[in-house]
């Protein structure tokens, strides 16, 4: 029997949703100089050792009426408004300034990961931004990770450019989501990129899904033959744990180590992971 609660249009909830819409869109473009914006950070970790090796910077929105907002309605409100390089900006410079200063504070230095949207990276200036982001900051350009997806490597000639002038200024490239976008393995060969991050919809099923299994052994086997790293997201239990280690995946990240943190968290965290109770 069809029940009339489910066919009935709930105008109350749309009404609500559209304005959660228009206030984020009016809202965004002021929340850098009303400093709401902040970054997460979400440790990666080294499956043999246990160590932390390096930290991937998340974005979020402290919205004084709507509290914390996440990225995926973050992102593409940004780039609707074409705030995004503004934002991609801050974000670049706060996870190269925070990076900085844990180091100058005596912490073992971790590569710092950041997102790229589409937009940033095929706007022009990105390469210049970024160098004089290391510059200004000071911070040496081997400590940077940029992570694309594989959609924005669509766009062949320029994309090698892009990446090859990045490669020279010495930064790391890594491709996020990887196998979920449109894997032209051709491209792989002749993308100048350091790390494929196998994405977590692989993960979620592994221990229960042969054809995860399959993919993600795969994805650790081709990384290995192109002598790239790679690292695996959304690690969330024991079990994914032991298979990536069990399959040579050397990095992981996920909610088993840690959800992204603050950075006054983040200490704190790492003495969690590298103590290994997360195994507990
Ligand atoms: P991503 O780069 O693939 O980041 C991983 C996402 O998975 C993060 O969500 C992270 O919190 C989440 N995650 C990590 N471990 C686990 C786990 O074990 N289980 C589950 N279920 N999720 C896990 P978040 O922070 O909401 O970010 C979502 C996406 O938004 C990111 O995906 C990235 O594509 C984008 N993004 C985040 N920050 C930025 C940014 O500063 N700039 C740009 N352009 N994009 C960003
Ligand atoms: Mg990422
Ligand atoms: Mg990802
Ligand atoms: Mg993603």
């Known amino acids: 029997m069809k029940n009339s609660f489910s066919t009935k ?13 228009s206030t984020i869109s009016n809202d965004l473009p002021k929340a850098i100089e009303r400093e709401e914006l902040r970054l997460h950070y979400q440790p990666k970790v080294d499956l043999v050792t246990g160590k932390v090796v390096g930290l991937e910077a998340l974005i979020r929105w402290e919205h004084p009426e709507l509290g914390l907002i996440f990225p995926n309605e973050i992102i593409p409100v940004a780039e609707e408004l074409a705030e995004i390089t503004t934002i991609g900006n801050w974000v670049l410079s706060q996870a190269c300034r925070q990076s900085k200063e844990w180091q100058d504070n005596g912490y073992p ?40 997806t594989e959609t924005m490597t669509a766009n062949i000639p320029e994309t090698i450019q892009t990446l ?3 490669k020279s200024l010495g930064v790391r490239i890594s491709i996020d989501d990887f196998g979920t976008g449109y894997s032209n393995l051709t491209h792989l060969k ?9 994405d977590q919809s692989f993960i979620r099923d592994l221990t229960e899904n042969p054809i995860d299994q399959a993919i993600v052994r795969t994805i650790i086997h081709l990384a290995d033959d192109l002598k790239l790293e790679v690292v695996a997201e959304g690690i969330e239990t024991a079990d994914h744990f032991r298979f990536l280690k069990d399959h ?33």
């Open 9 to 21: 249009t709930h105008w109350h909830l749309i009404e609500k949703t559209t304005s959660r819409i």
């Open 109 to 148: 230095p971790m590569i710092m990961s950041v997102n790229l949207s589409m937009q940033q990276f095929t706007s022009g200036d990105l390469v210049a931004t970024i160098e004089g982001t290391l510059n200004e900051v000071q911070l040496l350009p081997r400590y940077l990770e940029l992570e694309i």
């Open 164 to 166: 090859k002038r990045l």
């Open 190 to 198: 002749n993308f100048p990129v350091d790390v494929l991050k196998i």
């Open 248 to 280: 040579n995946c050397l990095v992981g990240q996920g909610y088993l180590f840690s959800k992204p943190v603050e950075s006054r968290f983040l200490i704190e965290k790492i003495h969690f992971i590298e103590s290994g109770k997360y195994l507990a």
